[in-house]
Nanobody, 121 residues
Framework: QVQLVESGGALVQAGGSLRLSCAAS????????MGWFRQAPGKERDFVAA????????YYSDSMKGRVTISRDKAKNTVDLQMNSLKPEDTAVYYC??????????????WGRGTQVTVSS
C-alpha cells in the first residue's frame, strides 16, 4: 500500500522559512515524478514543484520559483520542499503527490493527506 506522509507544516511569520518533508513508502518510485501542491481555503489545488525520482530533474511554478527548492533522498525515500521568504499568501495545506507519468490529472496519482502551513503577517 502506497503511503505519502507529509510533515513540517507550522505557523511561521512572514519572511520566515519552512522545510516540508514527504515520507514515501509502499512501492519503488523509480520512474515516478514526485511533487508538491498546495490548496488555500476556497481555492483550487495548485502545483508548487516537482522532481523526477530517478534523475532529479526539477520543475517549479512561476509563483514560487526562486523561493522554493525541491529535493529527494533516495536512501530515505523522502521528498523535501524548502520554502524561504514566506508570504501570508503562501498559507495553505501542502500536499505531496506521486505520478507515474509527467501529468497529475490522472487516477493513478498518489496523494498524501497534507500539512498545514500558516504564514502570519
Amino acid at each position: 500500500q502506497v503511503q505519502l506522509v507529509e510533515s513540517g507544516g507550522a505557523l511561521v511569520q512572514a519572511g520566515g522559512s519552512l522545510r516540508l518533508s514527504c515520507a514515501a513508502s509502499g512501492r519503488t518510485f523509480s520512474g515516478y515524478r514526485m511533487g508538491w501542491f498546495r490548496q488555500a481555503p476556497g481555492k483550487e489545488r495548485d502545483f508548487v514543484a516537482a522532481i523526477t525520482w530517478s534523475a532529479g530533474f526539477t520543475y517549479y511554478s512561476d509563483s514560487m520559483k526562486g523561493r522554493v527548492t525541491i529535493s529527494r533522498d533516495k536512501a530515505k525515500n523522502t521528498v523535501d520542499l524548502q520554502m524561504n521568504s514566506l508570504k501570508p499568501e503562501d498559507t495553505a495545506v501542502y500536499y505531496c503527490a506521486a505520478t507515474p507519468e509527467s501529468t497529475w490529472n490522472r487516477p493513478d496519482v498518489y496523494w498524501g493527506r497534507g500539512t498545514q502551513v500558516t504564514v502570519s503577517s
